[in-house]
């Protein structure tokens, strides 16, 4: 349910209905909007809380909120929210993007492909520490070590660093060495997790699970919201289906489903999305026409050698040449790719 209060409502009058809220025993989420505030009722409702809510002063109306998630939805926030770190942006017509390796190998590794993806117009470095490998047998990631060469990287080139964390027990010590927590695609059903994350003080960048519905990507986002952490951004990195030309399929018509139902940035993943190098650049420029919030890109020095997912990896000069094309897509739709603004001469 959603206490809208009049668009003159004082504090004080937003204060009593926030209690008044808490006093029928529901939580009480004031968003405060450009036009208006308004105060999301979630969870339990007797059958007189609307009438007993509706009277209050300062009310202008007390509405069902129709979705099933209550927080992420555009209902109770109409306008887009943006997740802002370091110099990264992402929503509310900004495009931020988010590159670097699939895991983190070593200093050197690391360093230059931080360098080069700043310099193609980059403002936050991805790499793995943790990895969630389908076989137990391939490299699990460097782990603590890599959080540091992460945490390196991001003082020399002030890149903010978005890194997964893949247990409840890893929270403190991952929030130590960066800046945004991925959630993965497997555990984007991870309540516990999504839960801990919710609990802590950085943004969190929540991946599709390969078979997860709308719904249930939306309520996932629910959980970290409903602890507290309003700084999610979605994720979609493809799906499962019968196709095999493609390791999954990347639908698009996510970004104006998304757009339309909630306030959270969505960010598209072209490298996971399709699992071929060939077609990552292509999906990018797709993904930033359709809207996207965030693009989160693997680069590689060398991806033939990478320790993982090497055929996905994009070159330097081939992630360059990718986000030229983002940009002059997002200048001819009067967007704005951060990194790299429409109005200003980008020298890569
Ligand atoms: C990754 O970003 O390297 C990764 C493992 O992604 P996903 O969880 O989408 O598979
Ligand atoms: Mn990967």
């Known amino acids: 349910m959603i206490v809208v209060m009049e668009t003159n409502a004082t504090q004080e009058q937003i204060d ?29 409702k007797r059958e007189d809380t609307k009438e007993s809510l509706a009277s209050g002063p300062g009310v202008a109306d007390v509405v069902p909120i129709m979705a099933p998630y209550k927080m992420a939805s555009r209902e109770v926030r109409p306008e887009p929210s943006q997740v802002t770190v370091r110099d990264f942006r992402a929503g509310n017509g900004v495009c931020g993007v988010i590159a670097g390796p699939c895991s983190v190998e070593s200093e050197e590794q690391l360093l230059s492909t931080a360098r080069a993806v700043k310099a193609a117009g980059a403002t936050a470095l991805r790499g793995g520490a943790f990895k969630p490998r389908t076989s137990p047998y391939s490299f699990q990631g460097m782990k603590e070590e890599g959080l540091k060469l992460l945490a390196a990287a991001r003082e020399e080139t ?91 399929t990347l639908p698009l018509a996510t970004l104006p489903y998304l757009h339309r139902r909630t306030h959270l940035p969505v960010v598209i993943d072209p490298s996971h999305g399709t699992g071929h190098t060939y077609m990552v650049p292509d999906m990018a420029v797709a993904a930033v026409a359709a809207g996207a919030d965030g693009l ?32 002059a897509v997002a200048d001819a739709l009067e967007r704005n790719i951060d990194g790299c603004p429409a109005s200003e001469t980008c020298t890569s």
Do not use: W
Request: hydrophobic share 40%.
């Open 158 to 248: 002030g890149l903010a660093v978005v890194t997964e964390i893949m247990s409840t027990d890893d929270v403190d010590l991952v929030a130590q060495y960066t800046d945004v927590l991925q959630i993965g695609a497997r555990n984007m059903q991870n309540y516990r997790l999504l839960e801990a994350v919710g609990n802590v003080d950085r943004p969190v960048l929540l991946k599709r699970g390969a078979s997860a519905t709308m719904d249930e990507f939306l309520l996932a986002a629910e959980y970290i919201l409903n602890e507290g952490n309003e700084n999610v951004m979605l994720c979609e990195r493809g799906i499962r289906t019968f196709e095999q030309h493609t390791r999954f």
């Open 16 to 44: 009593h209905m926030a209690e008044r809220v808490r006093n029928l025993g529901l939580k009480a989420n004031v968003i405060v909007g450009t036009q208006r505030t308004v105060i999301a009722a979630i969870g339990e």
């Open 296 to 327: 989160i890109v693997e680069v590689h020095p060398d991806p033939e050698n990478a320790m993982s997912d090497g055929y996905q990896s994009l070159e330097f000069g081939q992630f360059e040449a990718m986000m030229k094309k983002c940009r």
